[in-house]
């Protein structure tokens, strides 16, 4: 069989292709230019926060928000969907009813296509407003859930104590809602997203109407939300600040985030794997 050579390149937002400070390296945006392959960012982000990145790589190709609740593309300074998954009205009320009860005291918000919302500002809150620019608007989420035509793609439960965050999961696994995919993107949240909702289902809807295969895919990640989407592609590439278990699973291991290792993936790795196969 032909070995196929790498034609699309995706790749993961924070702790992967932004540094600390959330912010793109212009080494690592010179290096994805160069490759002239086109590039989807998939993010646990909502589409306005992925915007900066959008824009300096000057992508016109889909993208992925939400960790796979939404596929746009940049139009403008706006979102134009192209596909959409927000959690169910019932289900979220359901969820956010059980958790307020359970444990009054985490940090528990919610996000639409355009807003951010919260119920008290609070550490994680504001280390989240200075990572993504994006300003939340405080309310209570259970009166927000009587909106009949709210769509809300995500909810976040934010703790600094890991064991109280491993607690509430079991929790939110022990509901038994069906139709919820639970995700932990960093060691302090938990992101709930509608079950179709996931970076590799995401991605595959986007493979399929560019015509393209996993074998022809590189992607690269560094958190337990990723690993899913990079065992779906044939060229998985982990940050050297990546779980254990991402790196178990990657065919190449570069740089930290810190240290512009997409740039360093695509010079290491898939640029001397096209040669190869070229």
Do not use: C
């Not at 307020?100 to 639409?112: A, K, N, R, V």
């Not at 703790?159 to 939110?172: E, G, H, P, V």
């Not at 139709?179 to 997203?193: R, Y």
């Not at 985030?257 to 993936?265: A, E």
Request: hydrophobic share 40%.
């Amino acid at each position: 069989m032909d070995i196929m050579m790498i034609k699309y390149i995706v790749s993961d937002l924070d702790g992967t292709l932004l540094d600390q400070a959330g912010q793109l390296s212009e080494k690592n945006s010179s290096a994805l230019t160069k490759t002239e392959l086109p590039v989807t960012l998939v993010s646990a982000r909502a589409p306005q926060t992925m915007m900066p990145s959008i824009q300096q790589l000057a992508l016109t190709g889909p993208q992925i928000a939400f960790n796979g609740g939404v596929i746009f593309k940049a139009s403008g300074d706006f979102p134009l969907i192209l596909a959409e998954h927000p959690l169910k009205r019932r289900t979220a009320q359901q969820l956010v009813t059980a958790l307020q009860t359970e444990f009054p005291e985490i940090s528990l918000s919610g996000y639409d296509l355009q807003n951010w919302y919260v119920q008290g500002i609070d550490d994680q809150v504001t280390a989240e407003a200075a990572l993504t620019h994006q300003s939340p608007r405080l309310i209570n989420l259970s009166q927000l859930l009587t909106n009949p035509v709210l769509k809300l793609f995500k909810l976040v439960v934010a703790s600094d104590d890991s064991k109280r965050l491993a607690q509430i999961n079991t929790f939110i696994n022990d509901l038994a809602l069906t139709d919820i995919a639970v995700q932990q993107s960093q060691t302090q949240a938990l992101e709930i997203t509608a079950d179709y909702a996931t970076k590799e289902q995401a991605l595959a809807t986007i493979l399929e109407a560019e015509q393209l295969t996993a074998e022809q895919v590189a992607a690269f990640g560094d958190g337990p939300n990723d690993q899913a989407m990079l065992q779906s592609v044939a060229h998985p590439i982990a940050m050297q600040n990546a779980v254990e278990s991402v790196q178990a699973i990657s065919q190449f291991v570069t740089k930290s985030n810190v240290h512009d290792g997409v740039s360093y993936g695509i010079k290491k790795y898939i640029t001397k794997f096209n040669r190869k196969v070229g």
